[in-house]
């Protein structure tokens, strides 16, 4: 499948070519930047490496996203959901979460509201 030409980074005066937004040197410094100045100093409290620990042994275990799977494709998991979100009173226990890939977790992030503004509220 062919793909997209490569483009100039969104850095400023950066003349690299890359398929993302930034090259890898910027992605780096765009992400610190990011975790500096604009993230909300209390989600970085509630996604700390104890969260880390917890998702990436839940993943061991949940290697596919659920959402595919139910539908018979087998789609790697890139993100684990919160079915209910910390912000609401959720927990990291197990029952409160959600293998997804990058396309479902998206979706279900939009139907509840929590990126977008939606009408739409995603119930499990």
């Known amino acids: 499948m062919p793909s997209y030409p490569k483009h100039p980074c969104a850095y400023p005066g950066c003349p690299e070519l890359t398929d993302k937004k930034y090259c890898e040197k910027h992605a780096k410094?765009?992400?610190?930047?990011?975790?500096?100045?604009?993230?909300?100093?209390?989600t970085k409290r509630k996604y700390g490496r104890a969260w880390k620990r917890i998702r990436d042994k839940y993943v061991q275990t949940h290697p596919f996203c659920e959402e595919c799977f139910e539908k018979g494709i087998l789609t790697p998991t890139e993100e684990v959901h919160h079915k209910l979100p910390l912000s609401r009173g959720g927990t990291h226990a197990q029952e409160n979460l959600m293998?997804?890939?990058?396309?479902?977790?998206?979706?279900?992030?939009?139907?509840?509201?929590d990126r977008w503004p939606s009408d739409k509220v995603y119930k499990y």
């Open 29 to 42: 410094l765009e992400g610190q930047r990011y975790e500096r100045y604009e993230r909300d100093p209390n």
């Open 99 to 113: 293998a997804l890939c990058k396309s479902c977790h998206s979706r279900i992030t939009a139907e509840m509201g």
